[in-house]
């Protein structure tokens, strides 16, 4: 068998999307799972969808999520240019073209702008298709040639017999047999002289030696188009992957507007490279056993694409969300805390020990962006309510709260050791010799230094962080609060 050779070959017409993002996952894995080669081309024929500095986000997006390509424009394996525009220039298409109108398999189309509109439409999955009716199929050869001679517009059509089935075989969907009289005489050469997609596609993968095709399921009704090509060449067909759609999570197309179909979105959004990457992986793809955390070396031991679905695959981003969470608690502290210093400065301005307190934070955030609202309290105390103080698992009410407080305000202006273990100590003893449970007395504390249910540290390692001056004007502050509050209800 021939060495396994996939591509990934985007259009730059903007962000990457999740969907082309897992197909260059899918190519790179299954090259790579099989000691294959991953090839990028950049396929840029469509001028009108070109954005200036895509190309730029695709390379960018390819590094950054660890999918080195083993050839492409940068990378010359024997198969260049790596670009269309550029592999234009040798006539390629065009010479493929008129391989196939001499073989009877295309042919040359003068019809005009009204023409065409005059002709009949079919809905075809929800859209308008024109069918055009080989009108110029039947011009005589002395016809054609007068036409271009005189410089008369026209575009290579591909010939499709009106009779019979094509089929080609899917790896997921099997063999899939298709009505000629559905499929359209698509052109192949534009009347600019440029390839179509689809015909430049088949062009490149054969010349390039591609043995495996991947791509979105949304191809599947051009595929039997793609199929009629090599047949028409003599040429063997690759395998063909189509893979499920992506949806939100109302089952719908994941679209721009959800803020996270693209890949540059979610790294704004604080995701790791490698969670997104992992978790795109498991969109239509499982491994036998429930294993859901990935490296990229190991996803390409795994990687079986026998085990894609067919099934839609739902984009969740709260599932997304828990994944970087588990990447962010098994992450090197030194290298969390790079990444999560900027967040921590723009949400706090006084001056604390950042690193105790992303310490506290590690293990409690899902994406960086949440390590403003864990951590807001430092720089001052919300507003609370005073019924805050009850918990029935900890057996406290704002009375007791109001005593213990009480209590502990001198022990707390004697002490002199304001590090967590020294406050831990020193309110253990007091939890001793009152005889009563830790939460009894660390609820309220915490409470009355942070004005908050949740907070990514225990008592102590707020007050250590927060200093002696400040712990006790905040403990100072929640005994009048509470002793008002009491007053008022009398």
Partial sequence: MSKVRTRYAPSPTGKMHVGNLRSALYEFLIAKHAGGDFMLRIEDTDQERFVEGATDIIYRTLESAGLKHDE???????????IQSERMKSGIYMEYAKKLVERGEAYYCFCNKERLDSLKTEIVEGKEIMMYDKHCLSLSKEEVEANLASGKPFVIRQNIPNEGTTTFHDELYGDISVENAELDDMVLIKSDGYPTYNFANVVDDHTMNITHVVRGNEYLSSAPKYQRLYDAFGWESPVYIHLPLITDENHKKLSKRSGHASFEDLVAQGFLTDAVVNYIALLGWSPEDNREIFTLDELIEEFDYHRISKSPAVFDI??????????????DFDKFYEMAEPYLRESLTKDFDLKKIAAMVKTRIEIFPDIAEHVDFFEAVPEYDVSMYAHKKMKTTPETSLEVLQELIPVLETQEDYSNDGLYETLCKYVADKGCKNGYVMWPVRTAVSGKQMTPGGATEIME???????????????????????SSL
Avoid: H, Q, T
């Avoid at 492409?72 to 790596?82: S, V």
């Avoid at 709260?318 to 992450?331: D, I, P, T």
């Fill in 72 to 82: 492409g424009p940068d990378k010359d394996g024997g198969f260049g240019p790596y």
């Fill in 318 to 331: 709260v599932k997304l969300k828990w994944m970087n969470g588990e990447y962010l608690k098994a992450m």
């Fill in 465 to 487: 962080v927060l200093g002696k001056e400040e712990s006790l004007s905040r403990i100072r502050a929640a005994v009048a609060k509470l002793e008002s509050c009491k007053e």
